[in-house]
Every structure is written in C-alpha cells, then in structure tokens.
T-cell receptor, first 111, second 118 residues
Framework: QKEVEQDPGPLSVPEGAIVSLNCTYSNSAFQYFMWYRQYSRKGPELLMY????GNKEDGRFTAQVDKSSKYISLFIRDSQPSDSATYLCAMAKTAGNKLTFGGGTRVLVKP | GAVVSQHPSWVICKSGTSVKIECRSLDFQATTMFWYRQFPKQSLMLMAT?????????EQGVEKDKFLINHASLTLSTLTVTSAHPEDSSFYIC??????????????FGPGTRLTVL
C-alpha cells in the first residue's frame, strides 16, 4: 500500500464547474500538505501550502486538511480550460524533510 | 516565488555515454536540492537528496554510481547519468527549498530535463 493515494482520473468537467480533488494517506506523521499543478512536460508548480488541519483559500483554490481522517482536498471554483493539468498532492513529516507525492490526478476542463 | 532552472531542457544521447544535468536556484541559496525522476503518466519518484558540501543521500533502489550527484555550491547541483542506457530515458526534475523562506518544506521545481537514450 502506498503512503499517499490519489485517484489517477482522468476527471473531466465542463468549464465553470467545481473541480474536486483529494488524497488519502496512511502515516499520521505528515504535518505539511501541498498541492502542485503540473502541465505536460513541465515541472510542478505549487498551488497551495497548508500546515496541519484546516482550510485555506487562495483565489479560486481552496485546500482542506482533515488529519483525523488522513484526508486532504483541493477545490477549484469556476474552472477554466487552462486548469487542465495533472494535480499532485504532496506531504512532509518535518521541516526540511523530503516530500512524498501522490500519483497525481489528470483533470480535463472542457470548453 | 523562487526560481529554479535546469539545463539542458532536453537531451538525446547514444547508449553508453554520460549526460550531465544542471539545476540552479536563481534568486536564493539552496542548501538542499532534490532530484526526481518521472515516467510518462506517473508521479515523481525521489531519487536523491543533494546536500551542499556533503554526499548526496540516495533513495532505496537508486544506484549512486549510476546517478552521480554533486552539490558544488549553494546555487548549483548536478546530476550525471553515467553510461546511459535506453531504460534511463525519462523526465528528470530537480527542486530546491529556500531555507530563508517563510514556509518550511516548500520546494520550488525546475522545468525538467527530458533525456532520451538511443
């Protein structure tokens, strides 16, 4: 069993819809949670960064962390075709530690 | 955010040759850089952690004599794929953390290097 599980998709939504992504994890030691967006043949780009449990909002993006359930989510409101990409969740246990990535979810936003 | 560059962006080489990939932090000093490998439609696989002034820490299953890592300065780490073979063809991505940054564990990724071994 992988430490971090993420549905590979693809997740196809119409333009303007809400995109809902999530990851589950097994190790309760994870404290730092991140979401990255990766376009084809490019490096990942950080979207959201959260420490411990709670919600965080940044523009059209909302990240949620539920440590009791070992479950994190990313919501994208008013989705655009330019949001079509692979979204990766990542986690770290302590400061300066390496990241453990989920497998990534491919998202397609259709005009 | 901080900027990380990689060079070259793509490289094609013959089997048996060695290829060097550079990773630079352009506007911050990175004491630690990470090297990842990514196969098509798969996630990033951490290969090694590169520490400035000391030996790299390799993940289990990664051959350190095959993938040589040198972190010569606070802004430069290099990955050399020695005696490359077609199975080494992949997308190699580096990342760096900014120790002076406000967010711990935040890593900035380079644009990646696509290696094709013929």
């Amino acid at each position: 069993q992988k430490e971090v599980e993420q549905d590979p998709g693809p997740l196809s939504v119409p333009e303007g819809a809400i995109v809902s992504l999530n990851c589950t994890y097994s190790n309760s030691a994870f404290q730092y949670f991140m979401w990255y967006r990766q376009y084809s043949r490019k490096g990942p780009e950080l979207l959201m960064y959260t420490y411990s449990s709670g919600n965080k909002e940044d523009g059209r993006f909302t990240a949620q962390v539920d440590k009791s359930s070992k479950y994190i989510s990313l919501f994208i409101r008013d989705s655009q075709p330019s949001d079509s990409a692979t979204y990766l969740c990542a986690m770290a246990k302590t400061a300066g530690n390496k990241l453990t990535f989920g497998g990534g979810t491919r998202v397609l936003v259709k005009p | 955010g901080a900027v990380v560059s990689q060079h070259p962006s793509w490289v094609i080489c013959k089997s048996g040759t060695s290829v060097k990939i550079e990773c630079r932090s352009l506007d911050f000093q990175a004491t630690t850089m990470f090297w990842y490998r990514q196969f098509p439609k798969q996630s990033l696989m951490l290969m090694a952690t590169s520490n400035e002034g000391s030996k790299a820490t390799y993940e289990q299953g990664v051959e350190k004599d095959k993938f040589l890592i040198n972190h010569a300065s606070l802004t430069l780490s290099t990955l050399t794929v020695t005696s490359a073979h077609p199975e080494d063809s992949s997308f190699y991505i580096c990342s760096a953390g900014d120790p002076a940054g406000a967010r711990l564990n935040e890593q900035f990724f380079g644009p990646g290097t696509r290696l094709t071994v013929l």
